[in-house]
């Protein structure tokens, strides 16, 4: 079946500008994740919704940052008034509610976010 | 607050010789501990994890973890490396205390070389 995709796979942004990221995560996912990967770096997380709410908003680093998932499928991750330190891969993962894969997360291709 | 480090930043193996790939984490409660693999150009991959019971998790591509509580850490191994193993690997720890939330906290990688 489709895995998780992201659009888009790149984004040049100016500084100061808005921005949204898109995840679509795997049919039938409950959990979503957000994820910052910077160059060297392992993924950092950002936020974790379990349906369409935020069940854990903790990594998100400031409120320039914000995500939503309206009807507990598609999310979008939005970042206003961009900075240069911004840029990043930033990746989407979703994981089944119950049985033998709970907990397994599975990544998209992310989404590099360049901001100028 | 949770935590995990991959001492190693590169591992260099001959192929047909077992790989080591370490990693140690710290958590207020009970750990739940995974490892990813990222190949280039492609998304991170599910590999293995440990919840509860076995020390030893087997995972895909004939890798296998051991979970040690008294030191806490949970090194992925092979018992013989193939040049296709040749990737950046992530361990990561999520948190079961009820403070945990549902943070997942990835380490900072390790490349793995497999030279034939």
């Known amino acids: 079946g489709a895995g998780v995709s992201q659009t888009p796979s790149n984004k040049v942004t100016e500084k100061g500008k808005y921005v949204e990221l898109r995840c679509d995560p795997i049919s039938g996912h409950t959990a979503l994740y957000w994820y910052r990967q910077s160059l060297g770096q392992g993924p950092e997380f950002l936020i974790y919704f379990q349906g369409t709410g935020a069940a854990d908003d903790s990594g998100l680093p400031n409120d320039r940052f914000f995500a939503v998932r309206p009807e507990g499928s598609v999310s979008t991750l939005k970042i206003q008034r961009t900075e240069r330190g911004d840029s990043a891969v930033y990746l989407c993962?979703?994981?089944?509610?119950?049985?033998?894969?709970?907990?397994?997360?599975?990544f998209g291709p992310g989404t590099r976010l360049t901001v100028t | 607050a949770q935590s995990v480090a991959q001492p190693e930043d590169q591992v260099n193996v001959a192929e047909g010789n077992p790989l080591t790939v370490k990693c140690t984490y710290s958590?207020?409660?009970?750990?739940?501990l995974f490892w990813y693999v990222q190949y280039p150009n492609r998304g991170l991959q599910f590999l293995l994890k440990y919840i509860t019971g076995d020390n030893l998790v087997k995972g895909s591509y004939g890798f296998e973890a051991e979970f040690n509580k008294s030191q806490t850490s949970f090194h992925l191994k092979k018992p013989s490396a193939l040049v296709s193993d040749s990737a950046l690997y992530f361990c990561?720890?999520?948190?079961?205390?009820?403070?945990?939330?549902?943070?997942?906290?990835f380490g900072a990688g390790t490349r793995l070389f497999v030279k034939a």
């Open positions: 990561a720890v999520r948190d079961m205390a009820p403070t945990g939330g549902f943070k997942t906290i």
């Open positions: 958590v207020s409660g009970n750990p739940y």
């Open positions: 993962a979703s994981s089944p509610r119950g049985g033998k894969n709970l907990h397994e997360q599975y």
